[in-house]
């Protein structure tokens, strides 16, 4: 008899990303920072009017930072590990890859998939409005490596939470 565990597992097709509908086939490691409130000196204030001995309020902010993705992808013989993307096809820089990414005719996306063994139901998350950031193009070649990995950054807007049922992929 088969265990099925309570804990969310990250591998074996558990947890998938999709980048703009297109699965990543040699995404190792997705990093999602999360959101922050904005705030100058914070995300909140402390109103303390003078001559009183505590504050009498703490305002906080509504609104949220954009968050990052960075992506682990494994690097290709034949091509930089970010090529496997289809709107990024041919670039071979950050400056080719931040101009590819404005003539986009449509806002870029990724999807975080997260389904459970032998479950129809998905859940996870879109990130909305995403900008790529940052792309590691140094090399570090050392005997005891076997394959090299590149990191690629991107910026969202916001994430929207998704749930749905069914066998099919979202992506």
Excluded: C
């Amino acid at each position: 008899m088969a265990y099925r565990t309570q804990s969310r597992v990250a591998g074996s097709n558990f947890t998938t990303l999709a980048f703009n509908g297109q699965q990543l086939a040699w995404l190792e490691a997705v990093t999602d920072s999360g959101q922050t409130l904005m705030g100058t000196g914070g995300s909140y204030d402390v109103i303390t009017p003078l001559g009183n001995y505590h504050a009498k309020e703490i305002v906080t902010s509504r609104i949220l930072n954009p968050g990052t993705l960075q992506f682990t992808l494994r690097e290709l013989w034949n091509q930089p590990a970010w090529q496997e993307l289809a709107l990024l096809a041919g670039t071979n820089d950050i400056a080719e890859i931040v101009t590819a990414v404005a003539t986009s005719p449509t806002p870029i996306y990724a999807q975080m998939i997260i389904k459970s063994a032998g479950s129809t139901t998905w859940r996870g998350w879109t990130y909305n409005n995403l900008t790529i950031t940052g792309v590691d193009q140094s090399e570090v070649i050392a005997l005891a490596s076997m394959t090299i990995t590149r990191q690629l950054t991107a910026m969202y807007t916001h994430r929207t939470p998704l749930v749905t049922t069914g066998n099919t992929p979202l992506y």
